[in-house]
T-cell receptor, first 109, second 114 residues
């Protein structure tokens, strides 16, 4: 069956460092991969989309990579700030999106 | 521009009671979705709609019904609530149904079934 894995343990990093979150998948050949941010008590907010034929996508301090051979996406936040603290969800799609469980990021001063 | 609005934000029900969750979007999106989010399970699709008057089952549709009588509204109904339906429910919408389209989410309805 299709499976999406995101690290369930929270990632704690120091302000100014680069945060790297991982999304692995199995039994899946997604055409697109999306990343969302979710704050406590709020709905997910779309951040970035990357297509299967794209290796990398950037938006301001955010960078996403998509390796269809490794079946993995990496989500990077450079120069991280306490305001970046949230849960980050990856979502894979064909005709519908399937979401991972998310990884909580905590950026400390 | 409100985006996606869900009502109510919180609700406590007794087992066997019924209720309807309302979702409204003001972005003229064709597609609308209902998800539930449980700890360790991620977002799971309950039902979705590809346009006014049409609905389809998602991954976990049992115990729920939906209606899309108007393009901007998508209703989720629980006919006889069960404790297993205690969850946070999110509504989302997208311009089209392909996964190359971002989904826009509401802030959820927190539902407890006693």
């Amino acid at each position: 069956s299709q499976k999406i894995e995101q690290n369930s343990e929270a990632l704690n990093i120091q302000e100014g460092k680069t945060a790297t979150l991982t999304c692995n998948y199995t039994n899946y050949s997604p055409a697109y991969l999306q990343w969302y941010r979710q704050d406590p008590g709020r709905g997910p907010v779309f951040l970035l989309l990357i297509r299967e034929n794209e290796k990398e996508k950037r938006k301001e301090r955010l960078k996403v990579t998509f390796d269809t051979t490794l079946k993995q996406s990496l989500f990077h936040i450079t120069a991280s700030q306490p305001a970046d603290s949230a849960t980050y969800l990856c979502a894979l799609g064909g005709n519908k999106l399937t979401f991972g469980t998310g990884t909580q990021l905590k950026v400390e001063l | 521009n409100a985006g996606v609005t869900q009502t109510p934000k919180f609700r406590v029900l007794k087992t066997g009671q019924s209720m309807t969750l309302l979702c409204a979007q003001d972005m003229n999106h064709e597609y609308m979705y209902w998800y539930r989010q449980d700890p360790g399970m991620g977002l799971r699709l309950i039902h979705y709609s590809v346009g006014e008057g049409t609905t389809a089952k998602g991954e976990v549709p049992d115990g729920y019904n939906v209606s899309r009588l108007k393009k901007q509204n998508f209703l989720l109904g629980l006919e006889s609530a069960a404790p297993s339906q205690t969850s946070v429910y999110f509504c989302a919408s997208s311009k089209q149904g392909n996964s190359n389209q971002p989904q826009h989410f509401g802030d959820g309805t927190r539902l407890s079934i006693l």
